[in-house]
Each structure stands twice: as C-alpha cells, then as structure tokens.
C-alpha cells in the first residue's frame, strides 16, 4: 500500500526572492512547511551566497519544474578583482591575491565582448555536479580534485553596470545566459584574462524563464501568512502549474481527443506543429499538460496533470 503524504494536496508555482545564506533547500522545506504542502520541489539550485529568483512547484507543477531548469537565466553580479578563492566566490577561502590597480573600465569593457556567445566553462570542484554519485562540492570538502568535463553554455548578453577602481577594483555585471551557466566561473575566467584573478562577491538572479524578480515574494511573507493562518492570502500568491511553460506554442484539443490523449494515447491534431514539445489545453482552456509532435504527425502525450477527467471514452 503506499504511503500516504501528510500535508495539503496543493497545485502552482511560487516564485521566491530566495535570501542569503540558505541553500535553495532550505527555502523549499521553509515555504513547504508554511503551506503545509504535500508534495513540493524547486527548480535548480543557487548557492547559500546568491540571492533572487527561485521558482518552487507545488503538487502537479512538479511535473513541468524541468523546464524551468532548462531556462534561460538573468544575473546581477559583482565581482572583486584582485582576489582568487577555491570556490570562486566571497564564501570560500583566499588562495591567491594580486594588485588590480591596474585595470581600468576601458580594459573591462573592450574584453567583455570575448565572452558573449558560446562560452567553454569547466565546472568548479565545488559544484553540485555529481561524480560516481557524490555531488563534487562534497569531494571538493575531504581535499579530493577529480577532472571535470568542460561544457559549452552560451551568454547572450553581458553588461558593465559599474566599475570601481583599486588595488580590489569591483565590477557589477548584468548577465543573461543558458541554463549551466556558472557565474563563478565566468568570475575566474574574466579575472584570469585581466591578469589579476578574481571571484563573485555578490550575486542576484534577476530572471528565470519567463519570471522576473519583481514578481517574487519573501520568505518572510510567506511565513508570516502562515502564522496568520491567512490561507486566503498564501494561496492567492501561487501561479498556475503551467505558468512556467509560457513560451512553449499551445495546442487546443477538443474533448474526445482531450480523453484518449488523458489515456496515453496519441491523437491526431489539425493545423499543429510539424514537431517539437507543446503545450497541451483542450478548446475550453483547460490545461491538460506537455506533448510532444511525433514524426507521424500525431501528438503524443509526455507528462500530463491529475484531472478529473471524464471515466467514460466520448461518443464519436
């Protein structure tokens, strides 16, 4: 028999202006427990450093919280030159430190244009990549080194905000980038090509996918709802479980087709497109979840939200 999960069978997306100093866990299990949800995960981790935009599925919205992890996202960052850590930002250790009176605007902005667009990053040691099963932050912590693979992510755009000179100059950086992304990295690789080192002292993701960091709300709020015992107010902050899927196109199902595709099984759509994944209503507005276009031209379903569909097949 299976185990029956304690908490409220909750359904949408809460966007979170995750704080400093947790891990994206920890504001998980936090807004887990204020809505006494029963199921609930997030949408690719930020460090205990950064700050910002964190997307948390609640029930059927974990179904789609892999297309969050596959957006593209938005950065404020400031970097310190001058100083080299072993983790690449302000809460690891001090390895190596050198002047970087010398740099100057100028040199920052003519070398920025070397790092938009296909970028070769190799991921730090402590990353919550995995090897052999263990995350490599963890490895990272006993003194163990492994070779990581390198990975191509791609920046789409990056911009000088501000540029404070010094024997530590700082610059503020706005980046948008691919899912990968590691902003530390770039951090190192930019210093390492201005001859001085350096690593991220603050970091702010500003937008993930289709949402922004004005939309997000505070833990604090969250919580404070709760202890309110305003359910009315907390509920109303959730956003539908396909508002992360915005910019998938959008397939229209009358109901017989809506109830085999509920069936698992491939149905024919006219005017649809010749491929791809899709977002999945019937003609009523209903969202019925994500499809993918098969060569045949037939939609299949892929991942498909709990409905109360109708028990008995339409009359055709």
Do not use: W
């Amino acid at each position: 028999m299976a185990r029956r999960r304690k908490g409220r069978p909750i359904d949408g997306v809460l966007l979170v202006d995750k704080p400093a100093g947790i891990t994206s866990n920890g504001a998980l299990q936090r807004a887990k427990r204020a809505f006494f949800a029963a199921k609930a995960g997030h949408t690719g981790s930020l460090d205990p450093l950064a700050t910002g935009v964190l997307p948390l599925c609640f029930g059927e919205a974990t179904k789609f919280s892999q297309f969050l992890l596959d957006a593209n996202k938005e950065y404020v960052t400031t970097i310190v030159l001058g100083v080299t850590t072993n983790t690449g930002d302000a809460d690891g250790e001090i390895i190596e430190e050198r002047s970087a009176a010398a740099v100057d605007e100028q040199a920052v902005a003519a070398l920025l244009p070397d790092f938009v667009g296909d970028v070769v990053q190799t991921p730090s040691m402590f990353s919550a990549i995995k090897h052999q099963g263990k995350p490599l932050y963890e490895l990272a912590r006993q003194g163990i080194e492994v070779e990581r693979k390198q990975r191509t992510i791609h920046i789409f755009e990056l911009e000088l905000l501000a540029f404070r000179p010094g024997e530590k100059a700082e610059l503020e950086l706005r980046v948008k980038c691919s899912k990968g992304t590691y902003i530390r990295s770039l951090a190192e690789d930019i210093g390492h090509a201005l001859g001085c080192g350096g690593h991220v002292a603050k970091l702010h993701r500003t937008g993930s996918g289709p949402f922004e960091i004005a939309a997000c709300v505070s833990l604090e709020k969250v919580e404070a709802l709760a202890e309110e015992k305003d359910f009315a107010t907390l509920n109303g902050l959730l956003l539908p479980v396909d508002s992360g899927l915005q910019d998938l196109p959008q397939v229209e199902l009358p109901e017989d087709s809506g109830y085999y595709l509920r069936q698992g099984q491939p149905v024919l759509v006219p005017n649809s497109p010749s491929e791809g994944v899709v977002r999945v209503a019937l003609e009523s507005g209903e969202f019925l979840g994500v499809g993918e276009v098969m060569d045949d031209g037939r939609l299949a379903p892929r991942r498909l939200v709990v409905t109360n569909a109708p028990k008995e097949s339409p009359r055709l």
